[in-house]
């Protein structure tokens, strides 16, 4: 790549200026109360709301981020109790990628809120719990959603000029049925044979793997094809960047606060970049995360995100393969899934 593609790509820094400031503001207090584990839960709630600012939800221009805090408060909490049962969080995690699949193709806005519910989702029924685990964990991403709410709209009183959405998405043409019933049955089984094989395997994030499935998975063979390069090379990017500094800095906590700002701060400027720069910033973001809240391990944490990216990648690969839509007009564009995530 050459330096004016670099060039090229939206930046939208006063933007994200306004969503940074609550990831390490919610770390500083889960270590300041030695809750770090429940404040990397909420600090991980917060950045995935915070790419909600750059959108609005039927006119309401904090209304996305507001349903992403409700949808992923009972998302995380329906997750943590079903992932005790392997039986029961595999259908339920298959039917809700299924819905996601649906509404990308209708509304951009609504699939967005729908994927950070199906994100908390998998996530949650990693650490698994029953009923009080389940209720604590919902109540921590209810906090660190809502503590971005209020911190962007608190920001956005002093910065108005900031305040916008970022450019929309083009309108969608209502889709053909077609589409819609095979790209929902793929979403499903690309999402439940991804989680099967991370379980399968013994992954230690195995949430990551159907996370990489349902958003590389696309309803054209070539577009599933280009966003798994993208989404694999961005992944390779931002481990080793991550695990260079959390090395560099020894695991200093302080050190690491302010890297995950920046990485946080730079995955909200790049959203409307190429996949693979922003790819490459949230898996930064992630990496150092983890190593913050574990005390370290930030090879292994990048190493387990490869292995899930590389298996989750393949799955929806080899799906789209199998079963590509072919669309009744063979000029039509196939690719309406939104491009952000």
């Given at each position: ?6 060039k ?98 209708y ?17 949650a ?84 793997a ?26 390779i ?17 302080p ?44 090879l ?42």
């Open positions: 790549m050459d330096r004016g593609f670099f090229s790509q939206p930046v939208y820094w006063r933007e994200a200026a306004l969503c940074a400031p609550a990831l390490p503001l919610l770390l500083l207090i889960g270590l300041s109360t030695g809750q770090i584990a429940y404040g990397a839960v909420a600090a991980g709630a917060a950045f995935s709301v915070g790419f909600g600012a750059a959108r609005d939800l039927r006119g309401r221009r904090w209304g996305a981020m507001l349903a992403a805090v409700v949808g992923t408060t009972a998302t995380a909490f329906i997750g943590c109790l079903a992932g005790q049962w392997e039986i029961v969080l595999l259908p339920v995690a298959a039917l809700a990628a299924a819905a996601c699949a649906a509404l990308a193709l509304d951009e806005d609504l699939w967005w809120v729908s994927l950070q519910m199906v994100i908390a989702l998998l996530v029924g990693h650490y698994s719990g029953p009923l009080p685990a389940a209720g604590l964990r919902a109540l921590t991403v209810f906090v660190g959603g809502m503590t971005q709410v209020l911190v962007v709209m608190a920001l956005a009183r002093l910065a108005p000029a900031a305040a916008g959405r970022l450019p929309p998405a083009a309108p969608k043409p209502p889709p053909d049925r077609r589409l819609v019933v095979s790209h929902t049955i793929r979403a499903a089984i690309c999402v439940g044979l991804a989680l099967a094989v991370a379980w399968k395997l013994g992954l230690a994030n195995s949430y990551w159907p996370m990489t499935a349902m958003l590389i998975l696309k309803p054209g063979l070539s577009d599933t094809h280009t966003r798994g390069i993208a989404r694999f090379t961005g992944t990017v931002g481990c080793l960047l991550a695990s260079l500094y959390a090395l560099a800095v020894g695991y200093y906590a050190l690491l606060l302010i890297g995950i700002g920046l990485t946080g701060c730079a995955a909200y400027a790049l959203q409307k970049a190429h996949y693979a720069i922003l790819t490459s910033a949230v898996t930064a973001t992630v990496v150092l995360l983890l190593s913050l809240a574990q005390h370290g391990h930030a292994t944490n990048a190493e387990h995100r490869l292995i899930a990216t590389l298996v989750g990648g393949v799955i929806a690969l080899v799906i789209a393969m199998i079963a590509p839509h072919r669309p009744l007009d063979q000029h039509a564009t196939v690719d309406r899934v939104g491009a952000a995530a």
